[in-house]
């Protein structure tokens, strides 16, 4: 009887075990990401005088598999319907100075993590800088991108959590009444959709952002349970963007905060919005 208690008790230890583990690999994605990077510099044929727009979905981080997919559907249909060229990788040695020069905009597609090496982080500053332009999506905003300069000038805030309790709210976010005449008759007043809302610790309003869409974060239940803090029940107030462009110097980035589920990426008014993120950012519109 001892000698059956003592095998179940080293199957549940070892169970305990790899639950612990896992868990731990797990947050250790979420919040640091693996960092795996590629140099090797693609061969890529341009199309010539087609806009040219870079889709990169590299995930280093948490992998928004289906909604990464969806995302890829909708651009390579955006693609096709206004004649563009598209290039889309998940690996990063096309980030050089030469390759970049020849995109009118680039997509972060659900990327997540650490996903460029310090020559490359450079390179694509200075494309920004320099009138290139960036389209992130959802995951493109979190915490796990360790990259300063891309949370001051980019995204304009840092990521805080994101609801868990339940993780997926229906709200509605809306255009901002500043918005001008030519932006509202391009864009949805409104979009309802059932997602994982971003909550930020900054309103990107004060390093300059230019917020389009926001919702009511006091309609939404903002409690999440992440790393040590057991309860993380705090949004942003009855202001909460989800929707905003920066000026990068000369070049310009838009960061949609939905994102999460490939239903969103159906939604035809959000892709409205992705439309007209794209158009804004790129060099030829």
Request: aromatic letters at 14%; charged letters at 20%; a negative charge.
């Amino acid at each position: 009887m001892n000698k059956w208690l003592k095998r179940i008790g080293i199957v549940v230890g070892s169970l305990l075990l790899l639950g612990a583990l896992f868990i731990g690999y797990f947050m250790f994605r979420v919040t640091k990401g693996m960092p795996f990077f590629e140099t090797e510099v693609p061969n890529i044929e341009f199309a010539e005088g087609k806009k040219s727009i870079l889709l990169f979905s590299k995930a280093n981080g948490f992998v928004h598999g289906d909604a990464i997919d969806a995302g890829k559907r909708v651009f390579n249909q955006m693609a096709t319907e206004n004649d563009w060229f598209i290039y889309q990788t998940d690996e990063a040695g096309v980030f050089n100075k030469e390759q970049l020069a020849k995109f009118d905009a680039v997509i972060w597609n659900n990327v997540s993590g650490q996903v460029l090496t310090e020559e490359q982080r450079a390179d694509f500053s200075n494309y920004l800088e320099n009138g290139g332009g960036l389209l992130g999506i959802h995951a493109a905003g979190d915490f796990s991108h360790h990259w300063q300069w891309y949370y001051d000038h980019i995204l304009g805030t840092t990521f805080s959590h994101h609801p868990l309790k339940p993780q997926l709210q229906e709200a509605t976010i809306h255009l901002e009444a500043s918005a001008d005449s030519l932006t509202k008759t391009l864009l949805p007043a409104s979009l309802d959709l059932k997602e994982e809302w971003y909550i930020f610790n900054e309103d990107p309003r004060e390093m300059g952002a230019n917020v389009l869409y926001a919702m009511d974060g006091e309609k939404i239940i903002p409690n999440g349970n992440l790393l040590w803090i057991k309860d993380k029940d705090w949004g942003m107030g009855a202001f909460h963007p989800n929707v905003w462009s920066m000026d990068v110097k000369q070049g310009k980035a838009f960061y949609v905060a939905p994102g999460h589920t490939a239903a969103t990426f159906e939604n035809a008014d959000y892709v409205k919005v992705l439309k007209y993120g794209l158009d804004l950012v790129s060099r030829t519109n």
